[in-house]
Structures are given as C-alpha cells and as structure tokens.
C-alpha cells in the first residue's frame, strides 16, 4: 500500500515523463502547508530559469507577515510574479507541472493567475 506522499510522488513522475518527451519549458509547482513556490526549468530539466516563492521578502511584505503565504491570494500573486519572470527570461510557453498535487485551490490559483499575466500552457 502506497502512502500519500508516494502517490502525489508517483503521479509526478508520469507528469514529467510525457513534459520530457514533450521537450517543453516546464512551470514546476510545489506546495507546502505555509508557502507555495513555482520554477520554470529547462527542457533538459538541468536549470531552473525563473523562480518565485512566498518566501522572497518582497511577497512576504505585500502578504502582510510570514504566515499569509498558504492560501489562495499568495498563490495568485506567485502565479503572476512567475510568469512576469518567464516573460522577461523570453519565455511566453510552458507545460504545467503540478507535481501530483490536485488541480484546485492554490494550485488552480496560481495556474489561472500565470495565464491571466500572459504564459500560455
């Protein structure tokens, strides 16, 4: 029997294979209880090229404190913060990596944000 945790990591790894196959610039999103963090990455998968996380100071002083970084209105604020990094890096098309997690809450938050701010996936 499969533990969560290894479920969510089972279901990411088939993500990334058919991203991989793709040959695509990938948005990879990770959340944690208290904070949310997305990178775009290479094809390759060798570098990460833009990056933004409720832990920058910047984010933390527009969330209002340390603890604001776990709902919706910071993962927004991610997703556009993410795609106007990927836009000035001269990357307009990604593939969407939500690493196992379930396409709701935060997560939906931050994709529909990044494609409000114009990254197309």
Request: glycine letters at 10%; hydrophobic letters at 45%; zero cysteines.
């Given at each position: 029997?499969?533990?969560?945790?290894?479920?969510?990591?089972?279901?990411?790894?088939?993500?990334?294979?058919?991203?991989?196959?793709?040959?695509?610039?990938?948005?990879?999103?990770?959340r944690?209880?208290?904070?949310?963090?997305?990178?775009i990455?290479?094809?390759?998968?060798?570098?990460?090229?833009?990056?933004?996380?409720?832990?920058?100071?910047?984010?933390?002083?527009q969330?209002?404190?340390?603890?604001?970084?776990?709902?919706?209105?910071?993962?927004?604020?991610?997703?556009?913060?993410?795609?106007?990094?990927?836009?000035?890096?001269?990357?307009?098309?990604?593939?969407?990596?939500?690493?196992?997690?379930?396409?709701?809450?935060?997560?939906?938050?931050?994709?529909?944000?990044?494609?409000?701010?114009?990254?197309?996936?």
């Open positions: 029997m499969l533990t969560k945790k290894e479920q969510r990591l089972r279901r990411a790894r088939q993500t990334r294979i058919r991203i991989a196959q793709q040959g695509a610039v990938r948005l990879a999103v990770h944690t209880n208290l904070h949310i963090y997305a990178n990455i290479s094809p390759d998968g060798g570098r990460v090229l833009a990056s933004a996380s409720t832990l920058e100071p910047e984010v933390r002083a969330l209002g404190g340390a603890d604001k970084g776990g709902n919706t209105a910071a993962a927004a604020l991610i997703g556009k913060r993410i795609a106007e990094k990927a836009k000035a890096a001269g990357i307009e098309k990604v593939a969407f990596d939500r690493s196992g997690f379930a396409y709701h809450g935060r997560v939906k938050a931050l994709a529909e944000a990044a494609r409000e701010a114009g990254l197309q996936f």
